[in-house]
T-cell receptor
């Protein structure tokens, strides 16, 4: 079974703090993603990575950075947390091993999420 | 206009009813269509995957894609309380690009 784990289920931080969210996957997946999920806004992509040390901006990268030093680990960094970054953060991973039609080429496996509150 | 539109309004149905969910999209390049199910306090999990137009059935679940209308649907027959979850549609344009465009999700509550 694919497993994506996130370092914390709940996190409370103060405005201005530097925050690290860690994600680890155990299926040797090439691709990893960070999303935030907010009521009425759905899932929004923050950053993604196709390979170690590679990163691409998603739809809402402002205020965030990422790090991928090892294939299995993808970290999301909030350089200076603000109250508008209070949200549910979801990590996902996916494989490049399938064919162009196979489900495995598009399926993303999600972690359980980290609910971050910034006060 | 957002790429994928999904009316996020909650849906409450009695047990045994048919649940009908849908999404519309604007990008005609989308070819790969998915429905994810997300239980409370969990991450989304893939429920159904369909390539291009047509229907796909898996047990009580049916996914339909109408590319000419840019419209996809998910039907749940004989709904059960265990189907209570948020359902998100997702789609992708091309192989090798694992990036997905998601709808906002529909919360479904099946009342026993």
């Amino acid at each position: 079974d694919v497993k994506v784990t996130q370092s914390s289920r709940y996190l409370v931080k103060r405005t201005g703090e530097k925050v690290f969210l860690e994600c680890v996957q155990d299926m040797d997946h090439e691709n990893m993603f960070w999303y935030r999920q907010d009521p009425g806004l759905g899932l929004r992509l923050i950053y993604f990575s196709y390979d170690v040390k590679m990163k691409e901006k998603g739809d809402i990268p402002e205020g965030y950075s990422v790090s991928r030093e090892k294939k299995e680990r993808f970290s999301l960094i909030l350089e200076s947390a603000s109250t508008n970054q209070t949200s549910m953060y979801l990590c996902a991973s996916s494989s490049n091993s399938g064919t162009d039609l196979s489900q495995s080429s598009y399926e993303q496996y999600f972690g359980p999420g980290t609910r971050l509150t910034v006060t | 206009q957002k790429e994928v539109e999904q009316d996020p309004g909650p849906l409450s149905v009695p047990e045994g009813a048919i649940v009908s969910l849908n999404c519309t999209y604007s990008n005609s390049a989308f070819q790969y269509f998915m429905w994810y199910r997300q239980y409370s306090r969990k991450g989304p999990e893939l429920l159904m995957y369909t390539y291009s137009s047509g229907n796909k059935e898996d047990g009580r679940f049916t996914a339909q894609v109408d590319k000419s209308s840019k419209y996809i649907s998910l039907f749940i027959r004989d709904s059960q309380p265990s189907d209570s979850a948020t359902y998100l549609c997702a789609m992708s344009a091309s192989y090798g690009n694992n990036r997905l465009a998601f709808g906002k999700g529909n919360q479904v509550v099946v009342i026993p």
